[in-house]
């Protein structure tokens, strides 16, 4: 009956008040939408001389703040909101989540200016900061499953250390070999949780769907990436890596299929989902194909953090936002129209250089300006969610 009248009463006016810092996904999602809109014309100024370069080369910033601020930000915000929910423990909030996100910030700043050291102090330490802030919640709820979040968290800082000795000058390794990494830590993060909830809400959200997982899938889907993910830490290049992309990209568009995408098409709330995970196929498919050189590993990397990383980030924030401010689970014109751009920045930044090479700075260009007009909408929306409590008077 509660759940009925959830569903069938209006939402009420926020309350007045200030709320960011009650819960992990509030500073971390709004700081994370501001930043995606802000840091694609930053990067060009950068790029085009017309602001200082920064110790970290325009395309080498522009990859490490996209992995380390942007998408660090928002995985940071997810997990200490699930975290909360997984372990009916507190993760950080108040002065802490506030702490955390002011050294986050400071992260982002520092990069652009000359103290090189102190930036790279600051970039491995939000990472291990979070980390600790995740594991005291677990370790005492003993939540095992999720332990790996926490060595997930410390091999982002670790890859941070690497990346940044490295344009230090203190190690001789080339930055994309880290970055690297990073993607794959990345693609690891969304594999498993886009197994875990993108078949629960369709199930969920739609009615007459089916949305199942089969072990073996699950298995080799899994299993596929990680090894990607150890061929990437041990320096493999060519046909062997290009061998086990390819092997995963058929077992995500198998697991894709279960999920039966083609039912949800009236659901903007979980077609968003559905979309952005057939990108991580489209990745794997590119990453093999260019390990033999026929396609370029920028193409690789975007459809991984434009197209699955960006679509599910503002699908998930719109949900979570929602969901955890006590609001329906209802998408309106403005949600699906961020969803839109986000989408379509990826078709374009990655579809138009592969059927028109020479047109690849405007794939860019207009591919940022989609980008960021669709980060940009939701920081305009959301602003009020997330600073705001919830509507329905609960903590959080």
């Not at 995408?261 to 989902?273: E, I, Y």
């Not at 990108?279 to 370029?296: D, F, M, Y």
Request: charged share 10%; proline share 7%.
């Amino acid at each position: 009956m509660a759940l009925l009248q959830q569903l069938e009463e209006p939402p009420r006016a926020s309350p007045k008040g200030f709320a960011l810092f009650a819960l992990g996904f509030r500073p971390f999602y709004l700081l994370a939408s501001i930043f995606a809109a802000l840091s694609i014309p930053l990067w060009a100024l950068q790029f085009s001389g017309l602001l200082p370069r920064p110790y970290l080369s325009g395309p080498v910033w522009h990859a490490h703040e996209m992995l380390f601020g942007f998408t660090l930000a928002v995985i940071v915000g997810f997990l200490f909101t699930a975290g909360r929910n997984w372990t009916n423990l507190p993760t950080p909030t108040g002065w802490k989540l506030c702490g955390l996100a002011a050294l986050w910030v400071l992260a982002r700043v520092l990069v652009l200016t000359p103290y090189t050291v102190a930036a790279a102090v600051v970039n491995v330490a939000f990472p291990l900061a979070a980390a600790l802030g995740l594991a005291v919640p677990f370790i005492k709820a003993r939540n095992r499953r999720n332990y790996f979040f926490i060595a997930l968290l410390v091999l982002f800082a670790l890859v941070a250390a690497l990346i940044h000795l490295t344009a230090l000058g203190v190690l001789a390794m080339p930055a994309w070999a880290g970055l690297q990494v990073a993607l794959d830590i990345v693609l690891f993060i969304i594999v498993v949780m886009g197994g875990r909830v993108i078949p629960m809400f369709t199930n969920n959200g739609v009615p007459g769907t089916s949305a199942t997982r089969k072990p073996f899938v699950e298995t080799v889907a899994l299993g596929s990436v990680l090894v990607l993910l150890a061929a990437d830490a041990v320096g493999l290049q060519g046909w062997p890596v290009a061998a086990v992309a390819t092997v995963a990209c058929v077992a995500h568009l198998w697991r894709w299929g279960l999920w039966q995408p083609w039912k949800t098409l009236r659901t903007p709330l979980v077609w968003v989902l559905h979309l952005a995970y057939l990108w991580v196929p489209i990745h794997l498919l590119l990453r093999a194909i260019s390990e033999v050189g026929l396609v370029t590993s920028s193409l690789s990397a975007h459809a991984l953090t434009v197209g699955a990383a960006g679509g599910l980030i503002i699908g998930m924030m719109t949900r979570t936002a929602k969901g955890h401010t006590g609001r329906l689970l209802r998408t309106d014109r403005f949600d699906t129209t961020a969803y839109v751009l986000v989408l379509l920045a990826a078709v374009v930044r990655v579809g138009l250089p592969l059927l028109a090479p020479g047109q690849i700075l405007h794939a860019i260009l207009v591919s940022a300006a989609l980008w960021s007009a669709g980060f940009g909408l939701y920081a305009w929306r959301y602003w009020p969610v997330l600073t705001r409590p919830r509507i329905d008077g609960r903590p959080g």
